[in-house]
């Protein structure tokens, strides 16, 4: 990073990294036609497979998504939701950019039920009494971005399953700062931007579909780019046909949900990232975090803040309920030059690799004591 900037919110945006910097310079001296670049520096099918590594997820079960909210909302449609009779289950610490979604399935004919938070987790038990035979999805983050808490996604895809539910997860505050393997875990789709842990940017994420769970939806994308093959029969030259065009799908996550161009500075930058997180260990960089998690844990309450996050979630995220906070904390945050997320009544703290125990100390002595 440039300056002096502590900078403790990974979970909002991820700085570049001068690595990633120096890929994004490479693939616009590319498009601006510079003869020491003769080649794209990376290949879409290369980020997908890193990234499908990272997951523990089949190269043909992942397909680009312009944002994690897109590829929730492929989800919703391929399994014709809303729909008339169908239950969906969700809780209060899914994204809230999701809760909206949820409501408007329920004014369009869908039953949903909302589970609540009992001490900023969400029980299984819980879970188990919401499930109906007709319940048709779970829907849920696998760590919430509001406090952290993380689901036991095995548990809640068994109990899911054996009701004849399918589960979809938000891995946005999961994929590449927790250890994910998807196929152990049973999930059937899952979805991410790139901005954040991925150390991505804007504009481009991923959206992973079982094998399994790819024969369960129907086909509601159309896109060029999930092509398998096609032939013309309409330019000049080309070999007669009774219709314009014969064509296939790819029997894969791309062939299914792929539309069109996708943000190729954002995949140059990812060829990058995915490297450097796969070269640190993600088990490593959760290590990192969470020694300076568990000091924040451990100090804030002594300062008087209440957490929000559950002492035992293994995420770098803290957040901690503030009434006003954003009055009380804005001006000494910016005046220290601290970045965190401060919402109306409440702040977190999302630190990365590049943050040390000095940064800590230094947004523990500018927060002072709750007033």
């Not at 992973?208 to 096609?230: I, N």
């Not at 014969?246 to 995949?267: I, K, L, Q």
Request: include cysteine; charge should be neutral; glycine fraction near 8%.
């Amino acid at each position: 990073m440039i300056g002096d900037i502590c900078h403790l919110d990974a979970g909002s945006q991820h700085p570049i990294s001068r690595g990633a910097h120096a890929a994004i310079d490479a693939y616009l001296r590319y498009r601006m036609l510079d003869p020491a670049v003769a080649a794209a520096p990376f290949s879409d099918a290369k980020v997908r497979a890193k990234f499908a590594r990272l997951v523990g997820a089949g190269d043909d079960e992942i397909a680009f998504v312009a944002s994690t909210t897109a590829g929730e909302q492929m989800v919703l449609r391929g399994l014709g939701l809303p729909g008339a009779g169908a239950h969906i289950i969700s809780d209060e610490l899914h994204f809230f950019g999701s809760l909206p979604l949820y409501e408007e399935m329920a004014r369009q004919g869908c039953s949903v039920s909302w589970l609540k938070a009992r001490a900023g987790r969400i029980e299984l038990d819980d879970l188990r009494r919401a499930l109906r035979p007709d319940t048709r999805l779970v829907a849920l983050s696998l760590v919430s971005t509001v406090n952290g808490f993380q689901h036991d996604l095995k548990a809640v895809c068994d109990l899911a399953h054996a009701s004849g539910a399918l589960v979809y997860a938000d891995i946005i505050h999961a994929a590449g700062c927790i250890p994910l393997d998807l196929k152990a875990s049973g999930v059937d789709f899952a979805a991410c931007a790139s901005y954040k842990w991925l150390m991505g940017d804007f504009g481009l994420g991923f959206l992973y579909a079982s094998k399994a769970a790819q024969r369960r939806l129907r086909r509601t994308e159309y896109g060029y780019y999930g092509m398998q093959s096609f032939e013309s029969h309409i330019y000049p030259f080309d070999t007669p046909g009774e219709r314009p065009v014969n064509y296939a799908y790819a029997d894969s996550a791309e062939g299914r949900f792929a539309h069109g161009t996708m943000a190729h500075g954002v995949m140059a930058h990812l060829d990058h990232s995915l490297d450097y997180i796969a070269g640190l260990g993600v088990a490593n960089i959760q290590r990192h975090n969470s020694a300076l998690v568990a000091q924040l844990k451990e100090e804030l309450p002594k300062l008087g803040y209440q957490l929000m996050t559950p002492p035992e979630s293994q995420a770098p995220i803290v957040t901690c309920v503030l009434q006003d906070a954003r009055t009380k904390l804005t001006p000494r945050l910016k005046a220290a030059d601290i970045r965190l997320t401060v919402s109306k009544h409440r702040f977190r703290a999302t630190p990365s690799v590049y943050n040390t125990q000095a940064d800590i100390d230094k947004l523990l002595a500018t927060l002072g004591r709750a007033a």
